[in-house]
């Protein structure tokens, strides 16, 4: 059976950090991409960060809203992703959800993610 669980959400100041994780269960971790997305209450969801399988060059991808203060990563040992959120802004506030998906990354942010957790949220006071 295929999970997804995340962790690290919470409540934080303006211009604080928090580290979000994301452990997987039921796959081969290390081939699957690995993104971050939330959604805001009463918006529609967006893309955050995502990180691509390490069956070749890793590479990452962020919405330009968090270049800069956001950093995807994982570790394959522990079948883990993170995400790294510093500098943060109100407009930060969501839930933010891991996904998971066998195929490219390139495929992946057209089509969707095809593994989703149930979400943490993360709430900026200002």
């Known amino acids: 059976q295929v999970q997804l669980v995340e962790s690290g959400g919470g409540l934080v100041q303006a211009g604080g950090s928090l580290r979000l994780s994301c452990v997987a269960s039921g796959v081969t971790f290390s081939s699957y991409t690995m993104a971050w997305f939330r959604q805001a209450p009463g918006k529609e969801g967006d893309f955050v960060a995502a990180i691509t399988s390490t069956e070749s060059i890793v590479r990452t991808y962020y919405a330009d809203s968090v270049k800069g203060r956001f950093t995807i990563s994982r570790d394959n040992a522990k079948n883990t992703v993170f995400l790294q959120m510093n500098s943060l802004k109100p407009e930060d506030t969501a839930v933010y959800y891991c996904?998971?998906?066998?195929?490219?990354?390139?495929?992946?942010?057209?089509?969707?993610?095809?593994?989703w957790g149930q979400g943490t949220q993360v709430t900026v006071s200002s």
């Open positions: 996904a998971m998906d066998s195929r490219p990354w390139t495929v992946v942010r057209s089509t969707g993610a095809k593994y």
